[in-house]
């Protein structure tokens, strides 16, 4: 199938390598002067584990090739898949593909525009012409993308023309033989299942990050809480792991579309609570630390390990560590970063300031410092040679943000540790 696949996220980048690595003649609209792929990329889409050989076999083969918007729009299906603030774009490529076909058209809508947008897309499509547009809920994760993309457990299609429905399915069903659950319904009902999905994640993890600080003040051990917790059938274990905050680029944006949704329509306040509570959150290792110092961190060395917003990517959007960084700098004081992935863009970031250095190896990250604040929870961090550790660090001071280690461990060895609700 010839397939047009406009924006530049992540997703567009994974469903454009893997429909053309199933045979499709994926055209990718870019409107860059750049035509090396890896370069457009961007780096923490380019870091995302298998997608960069992908793309670039795909293109040496030539079932993915970038083109210009002329000739996408003679093409008559199109995917699209665009950051949340692109729907007046999105918009306005619809209408320019109308203007160009009198008859069918399939768009599908991958992008979280909120509910009633693919609606708002269709109006600009004659549906008596079998020109329609549907809803696909993409269902992938910044670090595991590409797998997530190929092995779905669920689907979930909005549309509510049967040949539509049928030639979407038909599309995606090399990714979707084994799938577990499959939903077709309006689109309109597929955008707010999408919604009502981030919107009880964020609930989890806040409703976790709530107790966790509430069980820091009683003195009781949220591991042991959220173990009880899990057992239940009703709650069960995942997104039940207290930290400082969840980050990411469209999890925040879709989350903050849901607020707004509610507010205006019922006038809840529940998901901005949630929003604003997380922002609290991030920063909390650094108030550990300003209270460990008596609120004095001037001229202090702090070690971080961890600055992508989840362990698998490079990418700092919206990242606790953010916060973090940004308030030790407020103090003057100096940040040594260490991230698996995400140093190149720490660099980029913060090649301005005399006070954020990456550093290359973990345990040089180390050297001297006053503490060390355990962000991102990377598997290479789990279990770390402690006494390098000691013998690197001024101060055996550990604040861990993900609670990756174990209290009674590390306070034997002689550090000094703070951790989320223990």
Known sequence: MKIAVWGEELTAWVTAGALAATGNDVNFVSHSQIKDPITLMGSSIRNEPGLRDLVVNEFEHKRMRFVQDRTALGIQTHILSMNPSQFDDAHDIVSNIA???DGPLLVINQSHFGVGATDKLQSLLNKRNKQVVAYFAENISEGEALDRFRNPKSLILGCDVPEATLTIESLFRPFSRRVENRFVMSPKEAEFTKLSIIGMLALRIGYINELANLGELLGVDIDVIRQGMGADPRIGRHHLAPGCGFGGNTFPQTLSSLAQLLSQTTES?????VLLENEKQKELPF??????????LHDRKIAIWGASFKPGSASLDAAPSLKVIDAIVAQQAEVRVHDPEANENVQHLYHNSPYVKTITGKYDALKNVDALLVLTEWPEYWSPDFEIMLKQMKTPLI??????FN????????FTYYSIGR
């Open 399 to 404: 604040i861990d943000g993900r609670n990756i």
């Open 407 to 414: 209290r009674k461990q590390i306070e034997s060895l002689g």
């Open 287 to 296: 108030r550990k630390l300003w209270q460990h110092y008596a609120c004095d």
């Open 99 to 101: 203007s160009k076909h």
């Open 269 to 273: 306040t529940l998901m901005q609570t």
